[in-house]
């Protein structure tokens, strides 16, 4: 992706070049002047393309090799040493911790606000890039819920052998399989304590994210209703069923299944999007932050009632002081804009709303199967 942003700015820079080589051409021509040549057509701005397109396959289509990489990937982030001074010095030991604790900083604007959809987007090219780092090179895997809703409980995804691991047991809910025995050092909510990966599925709410309401939201007219029907339908119920790293809303993405819950998520917007793209690629809008008197679209109380009654705490000083700005890019507004700003505290550079819009504009560059 990265590779293909530079060649993007080195075909810019070339055409800008060529022309500037054609001027002092017919500057130094002697004589009288001859007749002029018709002009050359400027070299067309080639919109950044697509070489190649990551495929995102449902978990169950991936063959069992491509499966075992990118879990053997995830592992190997959730075992390598924090790099970002800023965040090991809130608590980050692995590059799994900084990848948390980039969703715990910023929780309280990614989150019932029109930035959830591009910042979840954005956060799962954050975490590609980070499966980079270790090696992996394939798409990231999208869990299809509409097959095992009513049924979590026996998706082969909670496979321990070829899946992400089952259901929490013991105290602590700790999931067997691929991620038994590692650490997370990020949640929950604002705090930070050392917690196995866990997870404790209910089937009573994991019928929610079935079919019907995922056309629900794919029937929506517009952003402004649809990012809604998403996040309040199938994202939270089946993030209500899973009840990823203590059920919490903050942290959640300790759990490595949150990014193929999160694929779902994401295809449902790029679904809906591709129902009318020349529309839709540039509809956004909602707030850029939560309201303090709304908070949490989905728990009743403002910001303040909700961090006690979740036991979520609220951000330290110190988390406060490396929160970037949710107006970045809207003009002062608290309306979230194309030109939004979405950061993700260092570990890749930052990206507008407007680069994320389109899953194969060049910024991003993949498909779902
Ligand atoms: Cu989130």
């Known amino acids: 992706m990265v590779k293909l942003l530079q060649l993007g700015a080195l075909g810019l820079a ?24 018709p002009a050359p057509a400027p070299p067309k701005p080639k919109p950044p393309t697509c070489k190649g397109l990551t495929k995102r396959q449902e978990w169950r ?19 390598s040493p924090a790099k970002l001074p800023k965040l090991k010095a809130l608590g980050a030991k692995t590059r799994w911790d900084e990848l948390v604790m980039l969703h ?24 590609q890039f980070l499966l980079g780092e270790c090696g992996y090179k394939g798409g990231l895997p ?19 052998v070829n899946g992400f691991g089952g259901d929490g047991t013991g105290p602590g809910n700790c999931t067997n399989g691929p991620f038994a025995g590692l ?25 929610l994210t079935n079919q019907t309401y995922v056309d629900e939201a794919l029937n929506q007219p517009d952003y402004a209703s649809a990012w809604v029907a998403i996040y309040m339908g199938p994202h939270l119920f089946g993030h209500i069923a899973l009840a990823m790293m203590d059920g919490n809303s903050i942290t959640s993405p300790g759990d490595p299944l949150f990014f193929t819950h999160h694929g779902f998520v994401d295809k ?17 809008n909602g707030p850029n932050a939560q309201s303090p008197d709304i908070g949490f679209l989905e728990f009743p109380g403002g910001i303040a009632e909700e961090a006690a009654e979740q036991g979520w705490g609220s951000p330290s000083p110190a988390m406060l002081a490396i929160t970037p700005d949710p107006k970045k890019g809207d003009n002062g507004g608290t309306e979230t804009t194309l030109n939004h700003v979405m950061s993700s505290l260092g570990i890749i550079p930052d990206a507008t709303v ?16």
């Open 142 to 160: 999208w869990w299809n819920e509409p097959l095992d809703a009513g049924n979590f409980i026996n998706s082969p995804l909670l496979d321990p």
């Open 183 to 207: 650490t997370v050092n990020i949640g929950p909510g604002f705090f930070n304590k050392p917690r196995c990966v866990n997870r404790k599925i209910n089937d009573f709410f994991s019928p």
């Open 61 to 79: 289509n991936m063959k069992r090799p491509d499966q075992q990489a990118y879990i053997k990937a995830q592992r190997c982030v959730m075992t």
């Open 104 to 127: 715990q900083v910023e929780a309280l604007q990614i989150h019932s606000t029109g930035t959830f959809l591009p910042f979840h987007r954005y956060f799962l090219h954050v975490h």
């Open 14 to 37: 070339l055409s800008g070049l060529s022309t500037a080589v054609a001027l002092p051409a017919d500057a130094t021509a002697a004589g009288p002047p001859a007749p002029a040549p």
């Open 268 to 284: 449902m917007w790029w679904d809906w999007q591709a129902r009318n793209l020349s529309a839709r690629l540039t509809d956004m």
């Open 354 to 369: 407007r680069d994320v819009m389109d899953i194969q504009g060049g910024y991003l560059c993949y498909q779902y199967e």
